[in-house]
């Protein structure tokens, strides 16, 4: 028998020791809290430009996001690619109003006057 595996015999931590003054449950003491990579505050109630996996590209005032990057834009207007050229943007608009874009699709973010 290991020494590892007699001292972990009836303690139920496997080995690895914890100290007293965290919980059972995985405290704070443990587990890092993870702060999001980008600040999007600096930019809330601006004009931002969104480009989606897909291609797709949006452009509206950004009222709130999330830690995950889902973020709430009003007054979007949608930017239309060419039909034969999907690289291609046209000078075609579609107005959508308020949206909500799911962080997993967005690739691009930037401020649309600077």
Do not use: H, W
Request: proline fraction near 4%.
């Amino acid at each position: 028998m290991s020494s590892s595996a007699s001292a972990g015999a009836g303690g139920g931590t496997g080995g690895v020791e914890r100290s007293s003054g965290g919980t059972a449950s995985g405290g704070p003491q443990e587990k890092k809290k993870k702060e999001s990579i980008v600040d999007l505050g600096k930019y809330l109630d601006k004009a931002i430009r969104v480009k989606f996996q897909g291609g797709r590209e949006a452009s509206g005032i950004l009222k709130g996001f999330d830690p995950l990057l889902n973020l709430v834009l009003d007054n979007t207007i949608e930017l239309l690619r060419d039909p034969d050229d999907p690289y291609k943007l046209t000078d075609d608009t579609r107005t959508l109003g308020l949206v909500v874009c799911r962080g997993t699709a967005v690739v691009v973010i930037c401020p649309v006057d600077g």
